[in-house]
């Protein structure tokens, strides 16, 4: 028998077509086709031929292209994705023409000058997940590519992808008009598509509006959702969505159905708060995102002493319309109060409020105002843990002036916290925390954050505190299980580098050094400046061998904290196994830290 051999060569493939082609040409066909045309011909075309590409075939609103490099094919859709940015800038919206990219390095058959195989249908799979005007990659793709283009990525996990039999890692890159081809992070909106809906009644609280007609009341609003948020937390039976990522939609006019697509939720809660003199007048409505039908909707009204009240009637309606089989025994305790002091309450709202800023002076103000908190109510649980918290952020960036007193200060407030807080899972997982960090009680750190997520397992940061104390532990495979449950709860974070940085440490202490620099990169993304990130990077690359790209980012790490020296390292991190303070401070070394 005659064995037929076919060619085969390994190539990076790009697969693009017009994102809503069919309703542009229902609109205008000849114009549309006009302005395709235009667009291949004075951008497209040269970009491809610019970057060594080959254009295989086109469909009318599609093309498959060989590169052979995934460095150039990336280069090649950077440039045309911003290149169509700027063109789209003057058109109507309805006119706009916007390409969605997949990008897959594999191995194709050659035929009559046609290429096909899997390599073929993953580019153009990928293509399919991809936003309008995004870029969507393969694993295999941003492997090739990591390091040697200025991008940042984020981390879509495994995706199933149609006729495709294995679910395949992919990438995604969303570009915002940079010069070069620096492209900003794939919006968390976009991951969020790949979450399925939990086996429970889920729910997540957006910004309510501030009616007072004083936009320095926009605390007071903001404070009771956070609260509605917390009381509803404390129900086991629901899945409730972090603050966070509730409040990446403040002040957007929102599709519902779009955000329960986004963070994977089945309800959406939303409303308004009007506080004029000594009165409050607190609206809400109770959506099903999968329909957008309205479940329940309600105005609750009250003096300014009522507060409380007001927010537990808010909470006891909605959790009767989620979950009517809920204990009432449940109900009563998730409406135990933070205070009964309304001046203390507003001062710790201020005080998160400036927390949330995250700037060295906003995190001195908020102690501040924590402090007076706890001044007008010496019971306030919450507020003792917070303050504690205040000086672990400190200790993180480098701020600390006297360790010793300090260290003196925050083991004090977290050990009031916990005397205070036994069922407040906040002031728990708050103290546990910065016990560990600060104090360096990484056992009883860690019990206490347990317990707080055996109280509220839907509380998001005490998942990524757990995470972080299990790093410290010198239990990083555990670490990743935490860290990975708080970014379900909390999908949309802005201050998601915590997260993100703390599995890039995970993965750094187990020694797969790739990887950690991959959740490195993202952690930076999301905060270029965040110091615990770039001391994840640095090491990770120079680990990796990765050394030009280790020195650059030392370079950036040492810009923001000229101070940090391997000899000084110690005062930054709070690790048990020498083995993994070993593997950072080695890391670092390589990259440039000096002595």
């Not at 919206?93 to 194709?108: A, E, L, P, S």
């Not at 007001?310 to 109060?337: F, H, M, N």
């Not at 001062?347 to 908190?373: C, I, M, N, P, V």
């Not at 650059?552 to 904290?561: A, N, P, T, W």
Request: hydrophobic share 45%; proline share 3%; aromatic share 8%.
């Amino acid at each position: 028998m005659t064995v037929v051999r076919v060619e085969r060569r390994l190539v990076a493939v790009l697969a693009a077509d017009v994102a809503g082609y069919s309703r542009l040409m229902g609109i205008d066909e000849e114009g549309t086709l006009a302005r395709l045309k235009a667009a291949r011909k004075t951008l497209v075309d040269p970009a491809i031929a610019s970057h060594r590409g080959r254009i295989v075939k086109t469909t009318g609103d599609g093309m498959l292209v060989e590169f052979g490099s995934a460095v150039d094919a990336v280069r090649c859709a950077v440039e045309v994705q911003n290149g169509m940015a700027d063109r789209n800038a003057s058109v109507p919206q309805d006119q706009v023409i916007q390409f969605r990219v997949g990008i897959h390095v594999g191995d194709i058959i050659i035929d009559d000058n046609d290429i096909f195989g899997d390599g073929v249908n993953i580019a153009a799979r990928l293509e399919g997940i991809a936003e309008p005007g995004g870029v969507c990659l393969s694993d295999d793709a941003y492997r090739q590519i990591r390091g040697k283009v200025d991008i940042i990525c984020n981390d879509l996990g495994p995706q199933t992808l149609k006729n495709i039999a294995e679910s395949m890692r992919a990438w995604l890159i969303q570009l915002g008009g940079q010069s070069s081809v620096a492209v900003k992070p794939a919006s968390l909106a976009r991951q969020a598509l790949t979450l399925a809906l939990p086996d429970k009644p889920s729910i997540a609280v957006l910004p309510f509006q501030n009616m007072s007609g004083d936009p320095e009341q926009e605390y007071f609003a903001d404070g009771i959702v956070e609260d509605i948020i917390t009381a509803l937390s404390r129900f086991g039976q629901l899945f409730v969505i972090a603050r966070n990522s509730s409040f990446t939609y403040k002040g957007r006019a929102v599709d519902v159905k779009q955000v329960g697509r986004e963070l994977g939720v089945r309800y959406v809660l939303e409303g308004s708060v009007r506080k004029a003199a000594k009165r409050v007048r607190i609206t809400g409505q109770l959506i099903d995102a999968t329909t957008g039908a309205h479940v329940w909707a309600d105005r609750f009204e009250g003096g300014i002493e009522d507060i409380f009240d007001l927010q537990d009637q808010v909470t006891a309606t909605v959790v009767g319309q989620l979950a009517p089989t809920l204990e009432k025994a449940e109900i009563e305790r998730a409406k135990r109060k933070l205070t009964e002091n309304l001046d203390a309450y507003d001062y710790h709202l201020r005080g998160l409020a400036k927390f949330y800023l995250t700037t060295k002076q906003s995190t001195d103000e908020a102690l501040a105002l924590f402090h007076k908190t706890i001044e007008l109510d010496p019971e306030f649980s919450a507020a003792y843990g917070m303050a504690a918290r205040c000086y672990a952020v400190r200790k993180i960036n480098g701020w600390v002036t006297d360790r010793t007193i300090e260290i003196a200060e925050a083991t004090h407030l977290a050990g009031r916290a916990v005397e205070l807080g036994k069922d407040d899972a906040i002031a728990l997982c708050t103290a546990g925390f910065a016990l560990a960090f600060v104090g360096g009680n990484l056992d009883f750190g860690a019990a206490l954050v347990d317990r707080a997520i055996s109280l509220n397992p839907n509380l998001a940061i005490a998942w990524m505190f757990g995470g972080m104390v299990r790093n410290y532990l010198g239990e990083p495979s555990n670490a990743i299980e935490y860290f990975t449950r708080a970014k379900r709860l909390n999908p949309r974070d802005p201050r998601i580098a915590n997260t993100l940085s703390g599995l890039a440490q995970a993965y750094l202490y187990l020694g797969r050094y790739d990887e950690a620099a991959s959740w490195a990169d993202q952690a930076i993304g999301q905060d270029p400046n965040y110091l615990s990130s770039l001391r994840a990077a640095a090491a990770s690359y120079a680990l990796a061998g990765q050394s030009a790209k280790a020195a650059e980012i030392m370079g950036r790490l040492r810009k923001i904290d000229p101070a940090l020296r391997l000899s000084n390292l110690k005062n930054y991190t709070t690790l048990r196994r020498p083995e993994d303070f070993a593997s950072l401070a080695e890391g670092l070394r390589r990259a440039g830290l000096p002595e």
